[in-house]
């Protein structure tokens, strides 16, 4: 199967920056796309970024000209710049994948979710 290893996450300040890794190991064919959700308690897990096997590039609207996602396809990583950070970007981050693990067979998978806390 696929593995998921993200780090990055913390505390900092409103206007601080932080940078958000993940990093895929395990039976990987070819990676589809990766990407970055985040979820607050008691609210439905939602997209950040996403960046597919092509380029091509999905933000959400909160994060637009904020938030920078990257990959390292050769690594199978993903990294989240995100800069101007504000309170209520604080929330649980988990990395996703689509992956697949054969020349027919894929899935989605996630990681563990790394926190994020954005205070004063």
């Known amino acids: 199967q696929v593995q998921l290893a993200e780090s990055g996450g913390g505390l900092v300040q409103p206007g601080e920056s932080l940078r958000l890794s993940c990093a895929a190991s395990?039976?990987?064919?070819?990676?589809?796309?990766m990407g970055w959700y985040r979820q607050v308690p008691g609210k439905e897990r939602e997209l950040v970024a996403s960046?597919?096997?092509?380029?091509?590039?999905d933000y959400a609207d909160s994060v637009k000209g904020r938030f920078i996602i990257s990959r390292d396809n050769a690594q199978n990583t993903v990294y989240l710049q995100m800069n101007s950070l504000k309170p209520e970007d604080t929330a649980v981050y988990y990395c996703?994948?689509?992956?697949?693990?054969?020349?027919?067979?894929?899935?989605?998978?996630w990681g563990q979710g790394t926190p994020v806390t954005v205070s004063s």
């Open positions: 960046k597919n096997s092509g380029g091509g590039t």
């Open positions: 996703n994948a689509y992956v697949y693990y054969s020349t027919t067979g894929w899935n989605a998978f």
């Open positions: 395990g039976t990987i064919f070819r990676v589809v796309s």
